[in-house]
């Protein structure tokens, strides 16, 4: 394992006023606690706001970080770049989160990398509690296209810098998310176009157990279209489109395609309890 120092960092100031989120970039199944948007800490590619405080406070958000400028980048040099494993993000010598990298090897959802880190300390100043926070990269799209997606779950309080895959997805306030850099706006036609999905739900790094793939299949003309397929037991059958490039089924299947040509998509399963929440993303085949 190894340790990358953060040398440098900026500090914002916290607020939900200030938080710079942006709904039609993607969505979260609690925007009380967890709001996608583009980045204002750490770079600014899109990403998400958390809480400002620990136990959070609904609706009291610091700004939105950076997936790629923030997490992302400090975890590829924690752990070797492209290596998987796992090692100590470390702001100014002091070990703020243990975190982990996971690249899918083969089947569906091949080089889908999956990022976890475990809140170990206090934030520096004015940046927010990430908690438990899982977030995976959709592969195979270029950075203007980058689709992400994931769960958070609020720090636990615990503090021990000994190696524990727990991230705390137990908890109740459990919010999944997804987010883009390039939401279509107008769908192009699709006949039977498929992307293999990976869900993310109640995710272990160690084991990599809440982890599942599937395909699913689109089609759309003119102003309409539906998704089919199952993703760890969720049928999509019902699942409509709009020709703006949102998809919904009822009130539990929400999400987003990406890109000019719906290269890719990404969207979350809502449902009672938020044990069963599951969000998921991909690209076409």
Excluded: C
Excluded at 18 to 32: I, L, P, R
Excluded at 63 to 73: N, R, T
Excluded at 190 to 214: E, F, H, R, S
Aim: aromatic share 10%; no cysteine; glycine share 14%.
């Amino acid at each position: 394992m190894k340790k990358f120092l953060l040398v440098s960092a900026i500090a914002l100031a916290a607020s939900p006023a200030f938080a710079a989120t942006d709904a039609t970039k993607g969505g979260s199944s609690n925007t009380a606690y967890v709001q996608v948007g583009t980045g204002e800490i750490l770079g600014a590619g899109v990403g998400i706001a958390m809480p400002a405080t620990n136990p959070p406070t609904a609706d009291v958000l610091a700004k939105v970080v950076s997936f790629e400028g923030g997490p992302i980048d400090k975890t590829d040099k924690a752990v070797s770049y492209a290596a998987n494993g796992n090692g100590y993000i470390d702001i100014q010598g002091n070990k703020l989160s243990e975190t982990w990298k996971h690249t899918i090897a083969g089947g569906a959802g091949v080089g889908t990398e999956i990022y976890a880190y475990r809140q170990i300390k206090e934030p520096m100043p004015n940046f927010p509690h990430f908690g438990g926070e899982v977030i995976a990269k959709v592969p195979g799209l270029a950075a203007s296209n980058a689709v992400y997606f994931g769960e958070w779950a609020p720090w636990d309080g615990s503090t021990g810098t000994a190696h524990d895959p727990d991230l705390g997805m137990d908890s109740s306030l459990r919010t999944v998310f997804f987010v883009g850099e390039n939401p279509t706006t107008s769908m192009p036609n699709l006949t039977n176009v498929a992307y293999d999905v990976v869900g993310i739900q109640k995710y272990n790094p160690d084991t990599q157990a809440g982890v599942y793939t599937g395909t699913l299949t689109a089609n759309f003309s003119g102003t309409s279209g539906s998704i089919t397929g199952t993703l760890n037991g969720v049928n999509f059958s019902g699942t409509s489109i709009s020709d703006t490039g949102s998809f919904s089924n009822g009130s539990t299947i929400s999400g987003k395609f990406y890109g000019n040509q719906a290269e890719a998509l990404a969207g979350m399963y809502d449902t009672t309890g938020v044990a069963n929440d599951m969000a998921f993303g991909g690209a076409q085949q």
